[in-house]
């Protein structure tokens, strides 16, 4: 080839000379097109030959010669020149292969053919279309390598590959591209470590949970300053995070690095300045040290998933400055000292965690006073007593897990108006007094534990009310009340407790039943 340039000259010649009588001659844009959605026509119909299931038929009765392909089902085509511009067959169930003939729809800027079954390898003809902008393949079962041609598609803005089978690393080109702006390669079999990038475009969100990349994330994510959304959860990344995480990424919404080997300190620095960021996951890892008292100035932190961790120290006042706080997460860490009180100013607060740490102290009153709480978690060591109105404002509660505490007192026989409570478990501390029979109000509860407590009833010779009112729940699956004091008598009523019951302990209770009980009659 090398040997014979004249050739290629004059070969450009002609075809610019082709080019230029095609102009002159005033060809109408008609003509055009008719050629070319004939191109269309053929590359679409090599792909509906290579779809193997077509469960609804879509494509086997609406891609027929009788219409022009921009009028076919998924197919939009640009306004101007009556081409192929966009695909989509999402969500059709369709099987099959895609066909390197895709490369031949040259102005194909949209393919989106996510929740279907298509499978095979993704064909490096894509590469062949430089108007593409967007790829979305999410939850099909493609597999083999992430093609390395894609590295040509430079208007490439968003790459879904979510939900496939694959395999081998992240391309190290693919942070290269400087117009890419969304990539997801969540949910696939990926390994090895996160390339470094050599310089970063415009990129907004990087997802590449659930695989199982591992090494340490380069330090020039760091400095991406356009990112918002950064998803590495799930993998087997190990190394630590840098103190001044935020001061570059201050777009920065979601940062989720949640069950990985992460270590060191929760950064600490300059939180002021990740102002965007709402939600913060580094469940599941090993992060130590102490919870930064900075975390306060996170003001638009809707979620901060801290569990699971080796954090130690106090829970720092300031978290109640992130005002917006919708979950607060902190179970599984060796967190000490009291509860402060100013958690309950978190009007927003649906989800607490705070269980399995070593806190001490009484529960602060103003949780109880939180209108929208969903869930309330403090297997601790907390005492003290349940305040008299502890169900009174808790109209959403629906799980309240209290147990492995020392509480002491009464249960109060307010917990009843916590009308949409579906889970107590107050097990292992030292509640004492007569089982309120008010526990029957609660009409959504499935599950029931006050097991190893002091708890006991009216009288030993009379039935035992709160079983009788227990009745009255439909949903009920399990009832723990073991290892109490209850000394009573069971009620004849037992019979018509909910046909979902499960499970049942009441041992070493010292019940009495005054007639014979068979469970299932
Ligand atoms: C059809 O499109 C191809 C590339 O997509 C182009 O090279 C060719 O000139 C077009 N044909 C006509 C007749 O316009
Ligand atoms: C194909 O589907 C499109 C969009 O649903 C519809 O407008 C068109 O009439 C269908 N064509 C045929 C031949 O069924
Ligand atoms: C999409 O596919 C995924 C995985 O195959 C599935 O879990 C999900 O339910 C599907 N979504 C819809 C809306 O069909
Ligand atoms: C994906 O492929 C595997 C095996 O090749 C198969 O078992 C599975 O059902 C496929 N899933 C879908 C959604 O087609
Ligand atoms: C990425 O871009 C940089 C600079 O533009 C270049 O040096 C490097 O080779 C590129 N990497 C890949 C894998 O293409
Ligand atoms: C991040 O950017 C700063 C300032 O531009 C530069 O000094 C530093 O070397 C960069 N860090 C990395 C890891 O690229
Ligand atoms: C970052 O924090 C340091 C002190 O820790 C402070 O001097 C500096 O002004 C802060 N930078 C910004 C941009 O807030
Ligand atoms: C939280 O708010 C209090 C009272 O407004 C303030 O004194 C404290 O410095 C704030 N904490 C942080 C970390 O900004
Ligand atoms: C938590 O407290 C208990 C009892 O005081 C103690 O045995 C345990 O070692 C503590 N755990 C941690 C992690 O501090
Ligand atoms: C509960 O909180 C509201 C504000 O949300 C407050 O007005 C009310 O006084 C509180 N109730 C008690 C008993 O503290
Ligand atoms: C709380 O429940 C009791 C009975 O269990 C009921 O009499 C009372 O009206 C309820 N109070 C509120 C505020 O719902
Ligand atoms: C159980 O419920 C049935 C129907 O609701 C009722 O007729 C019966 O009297 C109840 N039995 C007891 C022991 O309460």
């Not at 800027?109 to 929740?115: A, E, K, M, Q, V």
């Amino acid at each position: 080839m090398g040997g014979r340039p004249g050739l290629s000259i004059s070969f450009t010649v002609l075809h610019i000379l082709a080019c230029l009588t095609v102009t002159r001659t005033n060809i109408t844009p008609d003509f055009h097109s008719r050629t070319n959605t004939t191109t269309d026509q053929y590359a679409l119909l090599a792909l509906k030959a290579h779809i193997a299931r077509d469960p609804r038929n879509l494509l086997a009765e609406n891609w027929t010669a009788k219409a022009s392909v921009c009028y076919w089902v998924g197919v939009t085509c640009g306004a101007r020149k009556q081409r192929v511009s966009a695909l989509d067959l999402s969500f059709m169930g369709l099987r099959g292969t895609i066909p390197p003939e895709i490369g031949k729809l040259s102005f194909l800027s949209s393919f989106t053919i996510t929740n279907n079954s298509f499978h095979g390898s993704l064909p490096s003809e894509l590469a062949h279309l430089p108007r593409l902008k967007i790829v979305d393949i999410a939850n099909n079962n493609f597999s083999g390598e992430i093609p390395s041609l894609l590295n040509f598609l430079q208007k490439l803005e968003r790459l879904v590959l979510h939900g496939n089978n694959f395999m081998g690393t992240i391309p190290p080109w693919l942070f290269n591209i400087s117009t890419l702006k969304h990539v997801d390669l969540s949910h696939n079999l990926l390994h090895g470590n996160i390339p470094a990038p050599a310089e970063f475009g415009n990129i907004e969100e990087i997802d590449v949970s659930w695989n199982q990349i591992s090494g340490s994330i380069p330090s020039t994510f760091w400095n991406m300053s356009t990112l918002q959304l950064l998803y590495l959860g799930y993998n087997r990344l190990s190394g630590s995070l840098p103190d001044d995480l935020c001061q570059r990424l201050t777009f920065l919404q979601v940062l989720a690095v949640d069950d990985n080997g992460l270590f060191g300190p929760i950064p600490s620095h300059n939180l002021s300045r990740c102002r965007e960021l709402n939600a913060l996951y580094l469940w599941g890892n090993k992060f130590d040290g102490r919870i930064p008292k900075d975390i306060g100035k996170l003001t638009n932190l809707n979620w901060l998933d801290l569990g699971f961790n080796n954090l130690i120290g106090r829970i720092p006042t300031d978290i109640a400055n992130c005002t917006l706080l919708e979950v607060l997460w902190l179970p599984q860490n060796y967190l000490t000292g009291e509860i402060p009180d100013e958690i309950g100013q978190l009007r927003y607060l649906r989800f607490l965690s705070l269980g399995a740490n070593n806190l001490t102290g009484t529960i602060p009153f103003s949780i109880f006073n939180n209108s929208v709480l969903q869930a309330l978690d403090c297997k601790n060591s907390l005492s003290g007593r349940l305040p008299p109105t502890v169900g009174r404002w808790l109209p959403n509660l629906e799980v309240l897990l209290l147990w492995e505490n020392k509480l002491d007192g009464p249960i109060p026989s307010s917990i009843s108006n916590a009308s949409g409570l579906t889970t107590l478990h107050l097990s292992w501390n030292s509640f004492s007094g007569v089982v309120p029979a008010a526990l029957g109000n609660l009409r959504l509860l499935q599950s029931l534990a006050f097991k190893a407590n002091f708890l006991t009833t009216e009288s030993s010779t009379s039935e035992i009310n709160f079983l009788a009112s227990l009745t009255n729940c439909k949903y009920l699956k399990n009832l723990w009340i073991s290892e109490n004091p209850i000394n009573g008598l069971l009620p004849t009523q037992i019979g018509n407790l909910s046909s979902s019951l499960e499970i049942i302990y009441a041992d070493f209770c010292n019940i009495k039943a005054a007639f014979q009980w068979k469970l299932g009659i």
